[in-house]
């Protein structure tokens, strides 16, 4: 079992910017794609952001291009959202996911998940 644990959220500004980041449990991290998603109260969970086994592709929902850029450190079995530009309408609790799939737009071919990081943002 592959354990995932988010940090970094917090309460901010409309503007500020914030990082976010996800710290996997075991050296196979390397092996796995990792995707940020996000879940509004009310609303369904979203794909936010994904990056391949490599770090050499990633992908972005078209709500936070240009805003927000995702990373990872192999080495340190983490994965990172710098999040900036942040609008209330960002705020939302954001899961940190792993996948060996290589479609990373559905939360459905993602194996584990992270329990969230709670991010808001104030108007």
């Known amino acids: 079992q592959v354990q995932l644990v988010e940090s970094g959220g917090g309460l901010v500004q409309a503007g500020d910017s914030l990082r976010l980041s996800c710290t996997a449990s075991?050296?196979?991290?390397?092996?796995?794609?990792m995707g940020w998603f996000r879940q509004a109260p009310g609303k369904e969970r979203e794909f936010a952001a994904a990056i391949s086994w490599t770090g050499g592709r990633t992908y972005y929902a078209d709500s936070v291009k240009g805003r927000f850029t995702i990373s990872r450190d192999n080495v340190k079995n983490t994965v990172f959202l710098q999040m900036n530009s942040l609008k209330p309408e960002d705020t939302a609790v954001y899961y940190c996911a792993a996948s060996r799939r290589t479609n990373y737009y559905s939360d459905l071919n993602y194996d584990y998940w992270g329990q969230g990081t709670q991010v808001t943002v104030s108007s």
């Open positions: 075991r050296r196979t991290f390397s092996s796995y794609g």
